[in-house]
């Protein structure tokens, strides 16, 4: 182990540095919470300079290991709360289970008219009303996704009756509306914050944003609900598990 | 349809006309590849401010609809690639059958001592040897993801003999190796780019990045082979189907 020494060989400097610090931050030697030596600190520790410093911190910070607040210094991130996708769920169903507190701000639920995407994925003509919710959810107080979901007219109508706040809409669709839920198609991909979702996650413009597009069909495969879900990329993380055979066998 | 006329509803004006151009484009209006209106035509056309016109291009720009050419102009981007990853498949794989090229820019093949996570993920011990792969994928000559491939030191020293410009890791594990691959595990989440990542991907320094980490093993289910995967957040995609049942049946 070569301690605080950096060698001279090819790799940049501050690749090296940001390599260090990121195994010690993994090994728990700066733990999750605590906060980083400073700069000037860390710069003195390895003999670089303040700019050399600056970019691994950078980079770490661009990778989510740590984040600054201003005026305070610089912080080792918290573990990302991770829902668990291989099979369709909702994120209280699958969040409760595990301990974890899942309550919504409903910013608005209206009747707009389908524009060309959202009709075609619901199988609808461009135009016809559909219901569209937009909810933040909270995971343990903290804002962790903005959900925006269109669905028919009719389904729109049962769920204004509904209590939105601390609700899935699936276990709604199923137990309210009676309907058996099939399969979901996600695409998923990563954009930046924009002006909303920099307002309803509480982050920076620019953040690094998760975003799903979730159809979903009942068991029939008539799609019902069709969703753009934004997740911090700070904060949350999807897992799965993938076989390698294809179809029933290898 | 409301044309060139936004409302003096309380949503702002600059969140209007971003609507009304996402539509435009999801409509094809403004074809992929095409150069938008300039922002003096724009705000012409909607009789809003500079200012409103920069705030909904901006949101545009951060959903990935856009780009800006410096000097040239905006224009509307071009269709993500996309992934089906239901089945575990390596991205030549699954690209290659659909009439795309996959190439690779082998950055380095080194023998490292393993850091904690590796090690663990890998069931090793923290320093133990293990191969470090770093390869550029680039999907019809554009560079598209940035993997860093670990693996025991004995299947390192079989990849050293391998073609790993043209070849995924998965087939020449199968078919040069002997191994038959089982499941993988994958953790997906968003950051932004890093200095490594803006220029193996070629993008601007934070762009969107969607991050995998995935750890896949043969079918007596030991981890063979882990994996951080990044892919440009404006240009991939990953998609799958999930179904409602738990288990084996609902």
Partial sequence: MSNNVLSLDSVPLHTQLRDVLRARILDGEYPQGSQMPSESELGALFRVSRITVRQALGDLQKEGLIFK?????????????????????????SMTGRGFEVINRLHSLRFVAADKRVAERLGLAEGDTVAQVKRVRLINREPVSLEITYLPKALGERLEKADLVTRDIFLILENDCGLTLGHADLAIDAVLADTELTQALEVEPGSPIMRIERLTHDASGQPLDFEYLYYRGDAFQYRLRIDRQKGTQA
Avoid: M, Y
């Avoid at 607040?69 to 169903?93: D, R, Y």
């Fill in 69 to 93: 607040i201003h005026g305070k210094g610089t912080f080792v991130a918290k573990p990302k709360t991770f829902q668990n996708v291989s099979t369709l769920q909702g994120l209280a169903e």
